[in-house]
T-cell receptor, first 111, second 113 residues
Framework: GENVEQHPSTLSVQEGDSAVIKCTYS??????FPWYKQELGKRPQLIID?????GEKKDQRIAVTLNKTAKHFSLHITETQPEDSAVYFC??????????FGDGTTLTVKP | DTEVTQTPKHLVMGMTNKKSLKCEQH?????MYWYKQKAKKPPELMFV???????INESVPSRFSPECPNSSLLNLHLHALQPEDSALYLC????????????FGSGTRLTVV
């Protein structure tokens, strides 16, 4: 089955800096890559996603890039704010409806 | 309505009890999911329903029994659980199974004593 590795497991940045989280996946058939943000004690929330026919997608301070050849995708957060502090999960969908999640990255943004 | 509503928010049950978790959405989504999440871990898929039919069972023990009475409702019936089943149970939905992100509910925090 699909295997998703996510790095780093923890990331601490100063407010205003950029943060980058990277994921690799194993199955070249995966074609949908969502990112979820989970604040402490709350539900995961979809923040951005990318499909395999697109190389990059941006939404305000958040961007995701996908390299299908290398089978990796990354989340970029610019101008980080304390409210960006959360656990971020990447996921890969090998077929419709079944997402395999990475182990998560705990992002801490220091004021 | 853009939410997935789960009840109850917290549940404590004994190993001999029978209880049910409920999930409801009114977004017209036709795919619904049950996930289990342990502390500091990613969500783990348990079941997928597509158009009210069970399409995936990730080898979940039979003490967990899902039910989808209609396109808006998803239940998870619990019986004879073990302490290691204590976790956050998340319901999610998506427009269809095909490459859409999930809308998660807030979850039910289950403790088995």
């Amino acid at each position: 089955g699909e295997n998703v590795e996510q790095h780093p497991s923890t990331l601490s940045v100063q407010e205003g800096d950029s943060a980058v989280i990277k994921c690799t996946y194993s199955d070249s058939a995966s074609n949908y890559f969502p990112w979820y943000k989970q604040e402490l004690g709350k539900r995961p929330q979809l923040i951005i996603d990318i499909r395999s026919n697109v190389g990059e997608k941006k939404d305000q301070r958040i961007a995701v890039t996908l390299n299908k050849t290398a089978k990796h995708f990354s989340l970029h957060i610019t101008e980080t704010q304390p409210e960006d502090s959360a656990v971020y999960f990447c996921a890969a969908s090998i077929w419709a409806g079944k997402s395999t999640f990475g182990d998560g990255t705990t992002l801490t943004v220091k004021p | 309505d853009t939410e997935v509503t789960q009840t109850p928010k917290h549940l404590v049950m004994g190993m001999t009890n029978k209880k049910s978790l409920k999930c409801e959405q009114h977004m017209g989504h036709r795919a619904m999911y049950w996930y289990k999440q342990k502390a500091k871990k990613p969500p783990e898929l348990m079941f997928v329903y597509s158009y009210e039919k069970l399409s995936i069972n990730e080898s979940v023990p039979s003490r967990f029994s899902p039910e989808c009475p209609n396109s808006s409702l998803l239940n998870l019936h619990l019986h004879a659980l073990q302490p290691e089943d204590s976790a956050l149970y998340l319901c999610a939905s998506s427009p269809t199974r095909t490459n859409y992100g999930y809308t998660f509910g807030s979850g039910t925090r289950l403790t088995v004593v």
